[in-house]
């Protein structure tokens, strides 16, 4: 079955790196737009960063852009994303799911996601 597994996240000060994973499986990985999406308490999740099938286009949401680094390892099925310079507003829960800026209607296998918790 369709499965995602995130992992990386952690409690950091702000400032701090984090590095994110995401190992699929079951999808046609490589024939996928992938997207980091993360959500906060009373909120729907929300793109941060999605990357396309060979890696040739990336899209980040303006309040991450340049902190933020979206990469794929297609031949692992895996999904990356680099958290550099950290801030408050970064704490969330991330999950990984196809799609751009959107997750893909028919998506359903969300994982766990992986905390991330920035603290002053």
């Known amino acids: 079955q369709v499965q995602v597994i995130e992992s990386g996240g952690g409690l950091v000060q702000t400032g701090g790196s984090l590095r994110l994973s995401c190992v699929t499986s079951g999808l046609a990985f490589s024939n996928l737009a992938m997207a980091w999406f993360r959500q906060t308490p009373g909120k729907e999740r929300e793109s941060v960063a999605a990357?396309?099938?060979?890696?040739?286009?990336?899209h980040y949401a303006p309040s991450v852009e340049g902190r933020f680094t979206i990469s794929r390892d297609n031949a692992k099925n895996t999904m990356y994303l680099q958290m550099n310079n950290l801030k408050l507003e970064d704490t969330a829960v991330y999950y990984c799911?196809?799609?751009?800026?959107?997750?893909?209607?028919?998506?359903?296998?969300w994982g766990q996601g992986t905390q991330v918790t920035v603290s002053s």
């Open positions: 990357i396309s099938q060979a890696a040739k286009i990336t």
């Open positions: 799911a196809p799609g751009f800026r959107k997750p893909d209607a028919d998506f359903r296998a």
